[in-house]
């Protein structure tokens, strides 16, 4: 059952979603992605190398999706097939635990540099201020 789904004539076929109620899910978490995306733009406590790459990640996603669901519901083809959807989610998924290596390795050694150069800093004089 599972491979007809991964059959050329299931995946490049154009044709209005069956399941409605999954397809407006599947917008409504875009939606929700393009406005994690704005939110954390205002964030002030995550590091900045991870708000980045959360916040590209999260736009992108969201745009694309949005943009990818309604090529499918206007059944426009070539754009609007299950497998450029399938692309995406795996390019998501590809790009997601990029972030999660990103953050388990490099930035833990990025943030020790920080805080290294702040205690630096910290013991240096102030300039004096000019009259």
Known sequence: MLQ???????????GTPENQRLFLVIVGIFILFIIASILLSFSQTIHKGLKDRLFNFFLTSGILGIIISFFR???IPYVGDR????????AMIIWYF?????SLTKMQSEIRVIKNHQRYVQY??????KK
């Open 4 to 14: 007809n789904y991964f059959t050329a004539n299931y995946l490049f076929t154009v």
């Open 73 to 75: 519901w206007e059944l």
């Open 83 to 90: 497998v450029v959807m399938m692309t995406l989610f795996v």
């Open 98 to 102: 990029a972030i999660t290596f990103y």
């Open 124 to 129: 240096l004089p102030k300039q004096k201020k």
